[in-house]
């Protein structure tokens, strides 16, 4: 722990610690688990946020494997080429939304890389039966397109049939080299397909989102809990989103079940949830379209385009903030749930920290202490 102290700044914490885990993974796990508290934000968030930025200056030796749109036809064959015969969780990523940082491409492979490493340390799964996974598609980032130490396909992102009968062939290559049991997370795909792959492989596969579902079990405990401090029923809260994405709309799906378990009606459950997004609450009179899986949540009110507004009109009893777009919890924001609730519920939940929409120092400092 000396020699990882005297280290003043956590992306060459990072890499020391992915230097023990080369020459000794025993120790590297050991103090992983001896050392929880002072090693998780540096294995995983905030830090990995920073490492899969700067992958390539971080990049030192393949960790994973990387299957690209053009190894369609051999994933199967690449599969067969890991060293290890019993894996029993894969973490795979395409790279598209990595955290709140947008494409990293392939640079995001340092999102499944760390939350393995979680998987050994917290969960116990022996390293052999891990397997991080890059889906490499190219990427839109130019400033990585550009970059002479990018690590992955030098070209646009390739979408439409193409990658969905690579994402196909994947699956079906997994089952066939380590059986149905094999665990499969979704972690950091961009909305668009995190959904459309959910409702695809759900029922056929052992797989899940933890953007989508994770997320929303994470956000949805909080929520119950802290029933306990406002002393309400969940029935009788009401929740505005700041970010309408698939870790908001995952939240929100969650939330829906959660309050019609309670005895509220499908439209009754969806009422008391609000979606904000880029374009503003999502409303019946906005100009931009709302696609059909976020129809149940709209609304007949005015459509305003600035956030606080929507918290003095709604009167909100919960916030939950996922747009990944830094602190747009405002002071005045901040202020405006202290003054509409007694005990307001603030959830600032996108990472990295840079990204939060407040600190809890905020939080705190504007409401009050409520």
Known sequence: MENFLRWDNDLDRYIYLMGIQDRNEKL?????????????PIVYTPTVGLV????????????????????????????CNWPQDKIKAIVVTDGERILGLGDLG??????????????????????????????????????????????GLRHKRIQGPEYQDLMDEFMEAVVRRYGPNCLIQFEDFGGHNAFKHLDRYRSRYCTFND??????????????????????????????????????FGIARFLASALKIKGLSEEDACGRIYLFDKD??????????????????????PHLR???????????????????????FTPGV????????????????????SKAECTAEDAYRYTNGK
Do not use: W
């Open 52 to 79: 899969c930025q700067k992958y390539g200056v971080v990049y030192r030796k393949p960790r994973g494997l990387f299957i690209t749109i053009h190894d369609r036809g051999h994933v199967y064959e690449i599969l």
């Open 280 to 301: 503003g609450l999502i409303v019946r009179n906005r100009p931009e379209m709302v696609d059909e899986m976020r129809r149940p949540y709209v609304k007949d009110m």
């Open 211 to 248: 953007d989508i579902q994770g997320t929303a079990s994470v956000a949805l405990s909080g929520i119950l809990a802290s029933l306990r401090v406002t002393k309400t029923n969940l029935v009788d809260n009401k929740f505005l989103f700041l970010g309408a994405g698939e870790a908001a």
């Open 334 to 353: 901040l202020r405006a749930m202290a003054q509409h609730n007694e005990r307001p519920v603030i959830f600032a939940l996108s990472n990295p920290t």
């Open 306 to 328: 600035v956030f606080e507004e929507a918290v003095n009109l709604i009167k909100p009893t919960v916030i939950i903030g996922a747009a990944g777009q830094g602190p747009l």
């Open 106 to 151: 392939a640079f995001g492979m340092g999102i499944p890389v760390g939350k393995l490493a979680l998987y050994t340390a917290l969960a116990g799964i022996h390293p052999k039966g891990c397997l991080p996974v890059m889906i490499d598609c190219g990427t839109n980032n130019k400033e990585l397109l550009d970059d002479p130490l990018y690590i």
């Open 28 to 40: 590297f796990f050991r103090v992983i688990n001896d050392y929880v508290e002072q090693m998780l």
